[in-house]
T-cell receptor, first 115, second 113 residues
């Protein structure tokens, strides 16, 4: 049973194209995230949604647009792809609690290569 | 200035020894602290979390937190070759900041048989 799944696993495309990455979680969580991990392995938050509402929007070019059709899905659409967008993109989810600890569960990642 | 700092390594440890990983963070109001393990080409997986000062043990892993010094560490006892991975320290500033996890750059650990 896959908890957080992403498609596709690999994406190779040309500069200037538009592409989407899909994420689904079957954990019943109400919060989902997109992270970018660059070639130096730095993992950085891009967006988070809670119950379909945008909570975190880091300094990300507006070519990146997240969409959450329901709380189990969070997709990432990227317009006019650039070489610097090449990275591994991870989706994650967590369940809001009244306590301090919210474990985030990560998907397998999508390796995007822009040529 | 990086918000969460880790030594990138590699930290080379003989099998059976203790691996000691360190992490410092800049946000004094940070609420909870996480250690994730990431194997090459895989996604991060949580191995420990801690939110109170002191030590927390789970099997061969011990997390240590010192909020006054803004320092969190991870000890891996009886290191095994399967522990070879990159260990990511992550800090959560709390709900007011949207529970945004800020990650360090990771410490690569190599356990040699």
């Amino acid at each position: 049973d896959t908890a957080v799944s992403q498609t596709p696993k690999y994406l190779v495309t040309q500069m200037g194209n538009d592409k989407s990455i899909k994420c689904e979680q079957n954990l019943g969580h109400d919060t989902m995230y997109w992270y970018k991990q660059d070639s130096k392995k730095f993992l950085k938050i891009m967006f988070s949604y809670n119950n379909k509402e945008l909570i975190i929007n880091e300094t990300v070019p507006n070519r990146f647009s997240p969409k959450s059709p329901d709380k189990a899905h969070l997709n990432l659409h990227i317009n006019s792809l650039e070489l610097g967008d090449s990275a591994v993109y991870f989706c994650a989810s967590s369940q809001a609690t009244s306590g301090r600890v919210e474990e985030q569960f990560f998907g397998p990642g999508t390796r995007l290569t822009v040529l | 200035q990086k918000e969460v700092e880790q030594n990138s390594g590699p930290l080379s440890v003989p099998e059976g020894a203790i691996a000691s990983l360190n992490c410092t963070y800049s946000d004094r109001g940070s609420q909870s602290f996480f250690w994730y393990r990431q194997y090459s080409g895989k996604s991060p997986e949580l191995i420990m979390f801690i939110y109170s000062n002191g030590d927390k043990e789970d099997g061969r892993f011990t997390a240590q937190l010192n909020k006054a010094s803004q320092y969190v560490s991870l000890l891996i006892r009886d290191s095994q070759p399967s522990d070879s991975a990159t260990y990511l320290c992550a800090v959560n500033p709390g709900k007011a900041a949207g529970n945004k996890l800020t990650f360090g750059g990771g410490t690569r650990v190599l356990v040699k048989p």
